[in-house]
T-cell receptor, first 109, second 113 residues
Framework: RKEVEQDPGPFNVPEGATVAFNCTYS??????FFWYRQDCRKEPKLLMS???SGNEDGRFTAQLNRASQYISLLIRDSKLSDSATYLC??????????FGAGTRLFVKA | NAGVTQTPKFRVLKTGQSMTLLCAQD?????MYWYRQDPGMGLRLIHY???????AKGEVPDGYNVSRLKKQNFLLGLESAAPSQTSVYFC????????????FGQGTRLTVV
């Protein structure tokens, strides 16, 4: 079993749709959580951190469920520019940061 | 701001050749990392450094060496390239791990034939 698992997709959604991604992690002692965005043939960039109480940044909402060991990302009112791969990232301590393989999102006009 | 800069961006090597990938950061970060990214897999840590003059092995270190002679630079070497090392390589730097974001270079696409 992978330490961080994501549905690879792709998710194909129309503009204006709401889409949600989930990510599960295996290490119950994981300390911090992030979502990164990676555009095609580009480097990953931080989208948002994920806090226990849940957090929102504009159209993006991140949730953490420690009991079930999963993280979610909700994108509301999808834009064409949201098309990218979304990486779930889990920091487990020391220098161990685990990157998920990513979920691909295509937003169509 | 330059952030993290990697060179080269593309390279084709023949099996057995050697090369060095260069990474430079201008954010005064202590921590630097080399990752490889392959289709269907997450970024995997090759080597990392916690400061000038220090290096340590990551998840997939075999076939690679690194050096951090200056705080701002982190070099990744392939002594004898193999087709299995065909990948996209990313350098990154960060503050304290897990407490903030990592900043990535633009990547190096390496093909070993």
């Amino acid at each position: 079993r992978k330490e961080v698992e994501q549905d690879p997709g792709p998710f194909n959604v129309p503009e204006g749709a709401t889409v949600a991604f989930n990510c599960t992690y295996s290490n119950s002692a994981s300390q911090s959580f992030f979502w990164y965005r990676q555009d095609c043939r580009k480097e990953p960039k931080l989208l948002m951190s994920v806090y226990s109480s849940g957090n929102e940044d504009g159209r993006f909402t991140a949730q953490l469920n420690r009991a079930s060991q999963y993280i979610s990302l909700l994108i509301r009112d999808s834009k064409l520019s949201d098309s990218a791969t979304y990486l779930c990232v889990v920091y487990t301590g020391g220098f161990k940061t685990i990157f998920g393989a990513g979920t691909r999102l295509f937003v169509k006009a | 701001n330059a952030g993290v800069t990697q060179t080269p961006k593309f390279r084709v090597l023949k099996t057995g050749q050697s090369m060095t990938l260069l990474c430079a950061q201008d954010m005064n970060h202590e921590y630097m990392y080399w990752y490889r990214q392959d289709p269907g897999m997450g970024l995997r840590l090759i080597h990392y450094s916690v400061g000038e003059g220090t290096t340590a092995k990551g998840e997939v270190p075999d076939g690679y060496n690194v050096s951090r002679l200056k705080k701002q630079n982190f070099l990744l070497g392939l002594e004898s390239a193999a087709p299995s090392q065909t990948s996209v390589y990313f350098c990154a730097s960060s503050g304290v791990p897990g407490q903030g974001q990592a900043f990535f270079g633009q990547g190096t696409r390496l093909t070993v034939v």
